[in-house]
């Protein structure tokens, strides 16, 4: 009877001690508020001042007209034409300042020194150009401008080493957009 009393004990006082799990936790459901809706009339406007013609229109048309047009983008072999210049990752030798003068009918490629100083056959598709060096025409290059025309994405891929950069084009090198031709009485 002793060993029973005992286990009564022992089993109360673990039901007593006993931890219970925290009450799950539960998202309130979001509801979607309801959009105001917007009378059919107009609410008159009690204001006393007189409204100007500048006060009429809301700033962000303002400042809309405020900012210039971008200019297109170059289209053609212009797109490439100029020199690129940025830094590559050359191996052994780390990102190394490279340029690449590229003609203006986009057929040739003239590599900087550091990369041999020849001239390169270039292939434009689309709106990338791309063209081959190394000794053999292992390393296969590629340079796609951007839409402002003044930086270029250029990749690198040879047989052990890819690299991405972007080149920016010399100030002197941007070719002029096309213009209307004047008339002169």
Not at 5 to 13: E, Q, R, S, W
Not at 130 to 135: L, R
Not at 165 to 185: D, L, M
């Amino acid at each position: 009877m002793r060993t029973i009393a005992k286990l009564c004990l022992i089993y109360c006082l673990l039901l007593i001690t006993a931890h219970h799990l925290p009450a799950p936790i539960v998202e309130p459901e979001e509801k979607p508020t309801p959009a105001p809706q917007q009378s059919k009339a107009p609410k008159p406007n009690h204001s006393t001042k007189p409204e100007t013609a500048l006060e009429e229109q809301p700033s962000a048309k303002i400042e809309k007209r405020a900012q210039p047009a971008p200019r297109p983008a170059v289209q053609g072999p212009p797109r490439f034409a100029g020199t690129w210049t940025g830094k590559i990752n050359q191996g052994v030798l780390g990102h190394v300042k490279t340029s690449l003068t590229i003609d203006t009918n986009a057929t040739s490629i003239q590599l900087s020194r550091n990369l041999g100083g020849s001239s390169k056959p270039l292939t434009v598709s689309g709106s990338t150009a791309s063209w081959k060096s190394g000794a053999m025409g292992e390393i296969a290059w590629t340079l796609t401008p951007s839409s402002d025309g003044q930086t270029a994405q250029v990749t690198m891929k040879g047989l052990m080493l890819t690299d991405s950069a972007t080149f920016r084009r010399g100030a002197a090198n941007v070719p002029a957009q096309p213009s209307s031709p004047t008339r002169h009485p």
